[in-house]
């Protein structure tokens, strides 16, 4: 029985595993390939199947004026979008979620569990609604079509996420880490700066994690509200399209731009342990 467990088991892992990888192992083979060896016949192995050209990568990099695309810009612009509005949602979202769960809050019939909620609602609501208000809101701000009306726009979508996850994550911190700390003399800012939040990494981890991936992979809002000036990477890789689709740039594009979500899950995955806290208390 133990072994046809372990059969079962290794064999789920070996077609999950093929199932993941196999979509980028093409991406990865199509980048290389040019308009003549995607639609001649169906071609895997460069040198073998077909030869391999850096066209569809350079492709990427060079100037419209040149015959290119250049998504160098608009790359990035999103690094700066994402990492701008997921650090200040996570800063502002965690000081939230802190209050949310170590404070009660009264207001008529709405309670702390409603005012969760509210955030999370946020999320939950369709894009298209939000469209126009954001739109309008920009517009009278001047700041339509330029890096600062998407960071301000991503930091409302994001900060719900944060809230959401750190009030989760704080509910499960032991009060007590906060009576030990103001016994030991800290005020409650110390008492959050120094030992609540020291023990809180691996909700923070989560929490930025979610936020930089839902930052990064935002297309909708990035379409809507910038034209010519700004550009994000999303909006500039669907710009690829035309009559005859670059199958060659859009793999190289792809690959590009799950780049660092990926090297983001492997930096994080060390931290997502929630076992910190053994031994905390005293």
């Known amino acids: 029985m133990e072994k046809l467990y372990k059969f079962l088991k290794y064999t ?5 595993t093929v199932f993941i990888v196999a979509p980028f192992l093409w991406a ?4 290389f390939k040019d308009f003549q060896s995607v639609n001649s016949k169906v071609t895997y192995i460069p040198w073998l199947d077909f030869e ?3 066209e569809g990568w350079r492709v990427l990099i060079k100037s419209p004026a040149r015959g290119g695309v250049d998504i160098v810009e608009p790359y990035f612009n999103s690094l700066f979008v994402t ?12 000081l939230a979620a802190y209050a949310l769960s170590r404070f009660t809050f009264k207001a008529g019939f709405v309670r702390n569990n409603d005012i969760t909620f509210f955030f999370i609602s946020q999320r939950i609501m369709p894009p298209i609604v939000l469209s126009i208000p954001f739109f309008i809101f920009l517009s009278t701000l001047g700041l339509l079509d330029s890096l600062i009306g998407l960071v301000v726009v991503y930091i409302v979508l994001l900060m719900p996420i944060a809230v959401w996850i750190m009030v989760d994550f704080f509910n499960r911190v032991p009060k007590e880490l906060d009576e030990t700390a103001l016994i030991d003399g800290c005020n409650p800012y110390q ?5 609540v939040l020291p023990n809180s990494i691996p909700g923070l981890i989560v929490a930025g994690m979610f936020c930089i991936i839902f930052g990064w992979i935002d297309f909708f809002f990035a379409f809507i509200l910038t034209f010519t000036e700004v550009q994000l990477l999303p909006v500039k890789v669907v710009a690829l399209n035309s009559s005859i689709t670059p199958w060659w740039s859009l793999s190289a594009s792809a690959l590009i731009s799950v780049a660092p979500l990926i090297i983001v899950a492997f930096v994080v995955e060390r931290y997502l342990s929630k076992g910190n806290l053994s031994g905390a208390l005293k």
């Open 83 to 94: 990492c701008t509005a997921s650090l200040i949602s996570i800063v502002l979202g965690t």
């Open 12 to 16: 789920f892992i070996t077609l999950w």
């Open 28 to 31: 990865i083979s199509t980048s």
């Open 191 to 195: 008492a959050f700066y120094k030992v």
């Open 52 to 54: 391999p050209t850096l």
